[in-house]
Structures are given as C-alpha cells and as structure tokens.
T-cell receptor, first 113, second 108 residues
C-alpha cells in the first residue's frame, strides 16, 4: 500500500512565524501535491512537483513556497504565517501526474494565532 | 476554467439504504476521480473513472463523458460510509479540480 505521511497532525503557530509542513511518500512516486481545504471552498491546489527540484504553481500559491530536494519528500513553507492561512493542509502523491490515482496523507490542521 | 458541481450537498440516510451522488462538469475531461474523506480528515481514493462503469464491493461509479457527468452509487449503506465524498477532474490542465463535496451521514 502507498503510504503518505505528514509531519504533524495539529500545529499552532503565531502570526509572522516561518512554518514548515513536511510530507513523505514511500512509493517512489514522481508527482507530489499540496492542497489546502477550507469549509465551503473544497480542496484547492497550492503547489505541485513532478520531479526533484521542480515545482509548479497551483491555484493559490501566494504566501507559500515549496521545496523538493529528494524524491520522497515535499515541503510546504509559509514564510510569514498569517491568520488567513489557518486551514487543513493535505499532501498527495501520484505515479503519473494528474492522469493517475492520487494518494493523500492524513492532513495537518494548522492554526495561526 | 472547468467547473465541477456535486449534488446533493448533504445527505442523511438510515443504515441499509441506497444512495446516488452526482458530479457534473463543464468541459471534457481526461481524468475523473471519486474520493471519500472520513470524519478524521483522511482522503481515500475510491475510483479512477474518466469513462465507463466500475464496481468495488458496495460502491460503484459510472461516468458518461459525452454528457459530462458521473454518478457514485452506495448500496446497503453503513455508518462507516459517513463522511464527505468528493469528485475531482482534470481536463489536461495538469491539475485536479475538486467539487465542493457531498456530506453523507449514515444513521444506525
């Protein structure tokens, strides 16, 4: 079975802090994705990566950056956290991009005070 | 961009009942997936179904690509089926676009 893990289940940070969310997959997948989920807005894509050191902006990249130094690890970075970044963050991976099944991690519920 | 609409937004069922969830999309797609998000937030892929019909136990899905809709059938529902069901599509934009979801509650 594919396993996607995220570094924290719950996280509380203060406004202005730098926040790192880590995601690791164990199936040698090429593609990895970061989404945020908000009530009434569904899941929205922040960034994705189709290879090591490659990244593409999703629909809502503002205020976020990403890093993919190793194939199995995809990090989401909030350079200066703000209260409007309080959300559920979900990581996913797939073997062949969006024309393929995506496997999700358990999510990180981030609260920015 | 492509629009994805799911209906109904909410559904309450008695255990053992059957249900049909619908996903309409506004353009042709080369990928359609159904997901279930359990009450703890975990998203599980149910079906990868850009066209045709698939079945997995009590769940089945049908996508009619020419008419731009997909249906998810749940038979003999159980309390563990509760959660939110999402439809997501890609029309060669390289990104999955998610619908708003159908929140299902199955009562014992």
């Amino acid at each position: 079975d594919v396993k996607v893990t995220q570094s924290s289940r719950y996280l509380v940070k203060r406004t202005g802090e730098k926040v790192f969310l880590e995601c690791v997959q164990d199936m040698d997948h090429e593609n990895m994705f970061w989404y945020r989920q908000d009530p009434g807005l569904g899941l929205r894509l922040i960034y994705f990566s189709y290879d090591v050191k490659m990244k593409e902006k999703g629909d809502i990249p503002e205020g976020y950056s990403v890093s993919r130094e190793k194939k199995e690890r995809f990090s989401l970075i909030l350079e200066s956290a703000s209260t409007n970044q309080t959300s559920m963050y979900l990581c996913a991976s797939s073997l062949l991009g969006t024309t393929d099944t995506q496997y999700f991690g358990p999510g990180t519920r981030l609260t920015v005070l | 961009g492509i629009q994805v609409e799911q209906s109904p937004p909410d559904l309450i069922l008695q255990e053992g009942a059957n249900s049909t969830l619908r996903c309409n999309f506004s353009d042709s797609v080369n990928n359609l997936q159904w997901f279930h998000q359990n009450p703890w937030g975990q998203l599980i892929n149910l079906f990868y179904i850009p066209s045709g019909t698939k079945q997995n136990g009590r769940l089945s899905a049908t996508t009619v690509a020419t008419e731009r809709y997909s249906l998810l059938y749940i038979s003999s529902s159980q309390t563990t089926d509760s959660g939110v069901y999402f439809c997501a599509v890609d029309n060669q934009g390289g990104k999955l676009i998610f619908g708003q979801g159908t929140e299902l509650s199955v009562k014992p």
